[in-house]
């Protein structure tokens, strides 16, 4: 299974965004998240969505901003991001999760933060200007 995330840019504060994240393979047993990672900052996971596509999670920075979405049929998840900031600066990536966003869930904090992920994508650069 590959991943390649692509539809990053620069945007102003409170514009939008949408990523995709193209997947090479068989995704139907994946949930897919998506990750980002600012320079000097640890990874963080920004949403997840499960392999049928009913359950989505988001980080608490992500709620009520950002929107994940998959289409099987064409091999692809979508992270729509609206009312951007400057501190969603970062390189995003997808990945394949196994563990069917197990660790965007509550109570996921005794997992390691890749529990479940079996591969990674390649990320893209989102720049927010201020």
């Known amino acids: 299974v590959q991943l390649q995330a692509s539809g990053g840019g620069l945007v102003q504060a409170g514009g939008s965004l949408r990523l995709s994240c193209v997947v090479s393979?068989?995704?139907?047993?994946?949930?897919i998240g998506w990750f980002r990672q600012a320079s000097g900052k640890e990874r963080e996971g920004v949403s997840c969505?499960?392999?049928?596509?009913?359950?989505?999670h988001y980080a608490e920075s992500a709620k009520g901003r950002f929107t994940i979405s998959r289409d099987n049929a064409k091999k692809s998840v979508y992270l729509q991001m609206n009312s951007l900031k400057p501190e969603d600066t970062a390189v995003y990536s997808c990945?394949?999760?196994?563990?069917?966003?197990?660790?965007?869930?509550?109570?996921?904090?005794?997992?390691?933060?890749?529990?479940?992920?079996?591969?990674w994508g390649k990320g893209t650069l989102v720049t927010v200007s201020s």
């Open positions: 990945a394949a999760d196994r563990a069917e966003c197990m660790i965007f869930r509550p109570g996921a904090d005794r997992f390691p933060k890749d529990y479940g992920i079996e591969f």
């Open positions: 393979g068989s995704m139907d047993m994946y949930g």
């Open positions: 969505i499960s392999s049928s596509g009913e359950t989505t």
